[in-house]
């Protein structure tokens, strides 16, 4: 029984943790069709702006999530060098930041865990509200 809990709890964590990274305002939602065309076009180099552009950073500062969560409050980090260990995303996220900025790529980062559950509420009721008008292609 003990283990069960364990489990849930575990599950309710990884949820709320993908919710943050990829259930929020700042991240953008493109079709798979899309998605593909241009990939193909631009090869690698559109799968990281997709990869960028798509997740969301939350809680950069904290040690204590980014040890407890295991880096996965860096996931514009974890997507694109998903090779680098967790423990230094803390000093590659500035880097990937200023490369986007260089390079016309939207860098999203939550600053707090309150601030990114806000992001993810906000989210949530605009997803429960009707389309304003056609849904797009």
């Known amino acids: 029984l003990a283990g069960l809990g364990a489990l849930w709890i575990l599950g309710i964590i ?10 929020v305002e700042e991240a953008d939602f493109t079709t798979e069709a899309r998605m593909m065309v241009e990939a193909e076009k631009d090869g690698p180099r559109e799968w990281a702006r997709h990869q960028v552009e798509h997740t969301v950073d939350f809680a950069r500062s904290s040690r204590l999530l980014n040890w407890y969560l295991g880096g996965l409050n860096f996931q514009v980090e974890h997507h694109l060098l998903p090779q680098v260990c967790h423990v230094h995303y803390r000093q590659i996220s500035p880097i990937v930041e200023d490369l986007c900025r260089e390079h016309g790529i939207r860098y999203s980062a939550n600053e707090t865990l309150w601030s990114a559950l806000q992001s993810h509420a906000r989210w949530l009721k605009r997803m429960g509200e009707a389309p304003m008008g056609p849904l797009p292609a």
């Open 14 to 23: 990884l949820a709320v943790v993908f919710q943050l990274a990829h259930c």
